[in-house]
Nanobody, 126 residues
Framework: QVQLQESGPGLVKPSQTLSLTCTVSGASIRTETYFWNWLRQPPGKGLEWLGVISGSGSAWYSPSLKNRLSISRDTSQNQFTLQLSSVTPEDTAVYYC??????????????????WGQGTQVTVSS
């Protein structure tokens, strides 16, 4: 059973850097046939793909966020991490991590991913 679990602060101040970790169990993040994604859903809006890291450690980012976003991994802990700098209230959202078997740059719904976490609410506010 593959499980993903997001963790991180629920509240971040504007201009700070948001750091979230996704802990994976039941599968290795080094498996090269899988891709490990970060997504978010702002209130009242649809699912937004943020970026992905492959089993080999390569990362790709949404063009709208690539100047602020970094995705890395710790293979010894089977975790991958999102860092989003210079956050604003527009970054307020439920953040998800998810596994896909394709490098597609984002599906419209969580159900199109192989597995996904329960999500974590992040609010950007002073």
């Amino acid at each position: 059973q593959v499980q993903l679990q997001e963790s991180g602060p629920g509240l971040v101040k504007p201009s700070q850097t948001l750091s979230l970790t996704c802990t994976v169990s039941g599968a290795s993040i080094r498996t090269e046939t899988y891709f490990w994604n970060w997504l978010r859903q702002p209130p009242g809006k649809g699912l937004e793909w943020l970026g992905v890291i492959s089993g080999s450690g390569s990362a790709w980012y949404s063009p709208s966020l690539k100047n602020r976003l970094s995705i890395s991994r710790d293979t010894s802990q089977n975790q991958f991490t999102l860092q989003l700098s210079s956050v604003t209230p527009e970054d307020t959202a439920v953040y998800y991590c998810a596994r896909s078997s394709d490098l597609v740059g984002g599906y419209d719904t969580l159900e199109e991913y192989d597995y996904w976490g329960q999500g974590t609410q992040v609010t950007v506010s002073s």
